[in-house]
């Protein structure tokens, strides 16, 4: 079975700065994907950015980026210039492949980040 | 671009009545996955469907049954319902056959907040 770890409940940044969020998973799969959704106020689950285990480059979206260490089970999120809305929940998420056509997502407890202007 | 639809978006039922929900993914996807968020909780996975077959099952109650339909659109059958099934569902779609290029991330619905009294 697979586990992630969230292991910052809640974090606070200032606006216009750069924040990171932790994550670190368990498995024994070599090949899988991860992921960070951002869940606002709303509560629409929104795909941040994604990473495939066999990619060695560390993926990036605008102001977001990751910091994948498949050694260390490691897949950190750093926000670039913190905006207001960036205030949310953001999920670490680990895919697997579980067969005919369907792929099973394990999401950690969640961060909940506040921006502060 | 098109997003997955779920309807209704909100919906309150009594203890022991049915609920349906209902999910339209997005074109092209073939699969469909439904989650359940209680409060403060992170989603968790209750049943996918591929092509109209049920592909995994996660910790979905007995109570409760989905299936997807020939055009793709799938519906959660809630029976018997009880004050803990109150939460929100969320429906998510992706490839579930991958061709050159494709993305196999599961995209989410806005969500069904479901209120048992």
């Known amino acids: 079975a697979q586990t992630v770890t969230q292991s910052q409940p809640e974090m606070s940044v200032q606006e216009a700065e750069t924040v990171t969020l932790s994550c670190t998973y368990d498995?024994?799969?070599?090949?899988?994907?991860l992921f960070w959704y951002k869940q606002p106020p709303s509560r629409q689950m929104i795909l941040v950015i994604r990473?495939?285990?066999?990619?060695?480059q560390n993926a990036t979206e605008n102001r977001f980026s990751v910091n994948f260490q498949k050694a260390a089970k490691s897949f950190s999120l750093k926000i670039s210039d913190s905006q207001l809305g960036d205030t949310a929940m953001y999920f670490c998420?680990?895919?697997?492949?579980?067969?005919?056509?369907?792929?099973?997502?394990?999401f950690g407890k969640g961060t909940k980040l506040s921006v502060i202007p | 671009a098109a997003g997955v639809i779920q309807s209704p978006r909100h919906l309150i039922k009594e203890k022991r009545e049915t609920a349906t929900l209902k999910c339209y993914p997005i074109?092209?996807?073939?699969?469909v996955y439904w989650y359940q968020q209680g409060p403060g909780q992170d989603p968790q996975f209750l049943i996918s469907?591929?092509?109209?077959?049920?592909?995994d099952k996660g910790s979905i109650p007995d109570r409760f049954s989905a299936q997807q339909f020939s055009d793709y659109h799938s519906e959660l059958n809630m029976s018997s319902l009880e004050l803990g099934d109150s939460a929100l569902y969320f429906c998510?779609?992706?490839?579930?056959?991958?061709?050159?290029?494709?993305?196999?991330?599961?995209?989410f619905g806005p969500g069904t907040r479901l209120t048992v009294l």
């Open positions: 998510a779609s992706s490839l579930g056959l991958l061709l050159a290029g494709d993305h196999n991330e599961q995209f």
């Open positions: 498995t024994s799969e070599s090949n899988y994907y």
């Open positions: 990473q495939e285990a066999y990619k060695q």
């Open positions: 998420a680990f895919m697997i492949y579980s067969g005919a056509g369907s792929y099973q997502l394990t």
């Open positions: 074109p092209r996807h073939d699969t």
């Open positions: 469907f591929y092509e109209k077959m049920q592909s």
